[in-house]
DNA sequence: GTCTATATGCCGATAGAC
DNA sequence: GTCTATCGGCATATAGAC
């Protein structure tokens, strides 16, 4: 209860919320690695440079810890959809959410893994976010996808599926990381290979659903 | 060490060994929902339909227990790409590869979702594999692809990124089961909807790297 | 092979001094 | 706010009778 508002900039509340995020950041690490279950508090503490007693005073449980991670990366999660604009012409708008959706996959690995394990699990926290929030998002961005192929800009394909189609394919870098490094040696963190993802997967979308 | 041949029809090995796949049966469902850490032994047991004592008879140990269901299921997700074939023509081969795989996705989503489990740790057990039999699995595979992209029968293609994204996007169909059923309210369990998954599927990626 | 106890260790959470 | 010490519960695994 120490800070409802989290950008209240009192001097005080700036430590906290600086050793709550600490804490936070060591708890993903942990979580999208071990799941809730696997990690235990100690290995979180030390990771964050806290006590395990200490750590428990900031969040009053496992639980509470476990939520207010998943809370944090939903956004990060959502954040490249909502950039979707109609503005742009469909190729450019897809292939730019492509390379949004990559750059998570890059940037906040952690965060991709974790959002995984969640669905894995059937999502019992996120359930409510995906049945409200997420859908009426997708459904805006699928009328605007069926509004290109009606007024015939792009091949007829489904939304929804072309949508999963990106997700699965941007996140894949990131969750099996673990394949991909096994196969080809690299990871998205190298910068080459990055940008050869990129216009591959890319390439492969668009032309899968371009007009001719 | 009961039985280290698992096909000898030995008439007493037969009921053990029918016992040890319900066990593994019961483990598959809950370890791919809540990872090893979070299944309790009990839930395997009342699930299989035996006490836990008589579940630790047959496997010493829960790790094992894991082990042996882990072995198992790395057939199932093999089977597609090792039936992967030179003699059909390009996009004859490999949309029936991405049937096959929605297929697994269909019939063996728990297996599919404890591979993901596992890939998400950094594959602790499948190390090995991943990057040996796998690993050269794939460089065959690419190697026949690369060979169809060099005689022009493919639009230039890098086979590992192509590879890469059949997996991510009919994995996907089980691994974010709970996702796609919250956006779509259908699972491929549906007949219709798995007939449209397959076509949207293939249609998305065959157009994508069809030579033009 | 299957059961009823029971041992054992770990880990989340609390108490209470400072 | 941070520490040391400790509790209490739970779940794996074992002992031993049948």
């Known amino acids: ?36 279950h696997g990690t235990r508090l100690e290995q979180v503490a030390e990771l964050a440079g806290v006590s395990k007693t200490n750590l428990l005073y900031y969040f009053p449980s496992k639980e509470a810890l476990y939520v207010a991670v998943m809370r944090n990366i939903l956004d990060i999660w959502l954040a490249p959809l909502r950039a979707f604009r109609q503005e742009f012409t469909p190729l450019v708008a897809i292939g730019e959410y492509i390379r ?24 019992p926290l996120l359930m409510a976010e995906l049945t409200g929030d997420l859908k009426s998002l997708v459904a805006d961005k699928s009328a605007i996808i069926s509004g290109w192929v009606a007024e015939g800009k792009l091949a007829p394909v489904d939304p929804n599926h072309l949508i999963f189609m990106i997700w699965a394919a941007t996140q894949h870098y990131a969750d ?10 690299k990871t998205l963190q190298d910068e080459a290979f990055f940008q050869q993802t990129v216009d591959n997967v890319q390439r492969m979308i668009i032309e899968g659903i371009r007009l001719r």
Chains 1, 2 share one sequence.
Not at 9 to 23: D, L
Not at 100 to 123: N, T, W, Y
Not at 176 to 185: D, I, L, R
Request: some cysteine; glycine content about 6%; proline content about 4%.
């Open 100 to 123: 949004l959706k990559l750059e998570v996959s890059r940037d906040h690995p952690e965060a991709s893994r974790l959002f995984c394990l969640e669905m894995l699990q059937g999502a």
């Open 176 to 185: 099996f990381s673990t394949q991909v490094e096994a196969v080809t040696g």
């Open 1 to 36: 209860m120490t800070d409802q508002a989290p950008k209240k900039p009192g001097k005080r509340t700036q430590a906290v919320s600086a050793k709550k995020n600490a804490i936070m950041a060591a708890a993903l690490t942990t979580f999208s690695q071990f799941g809730i």
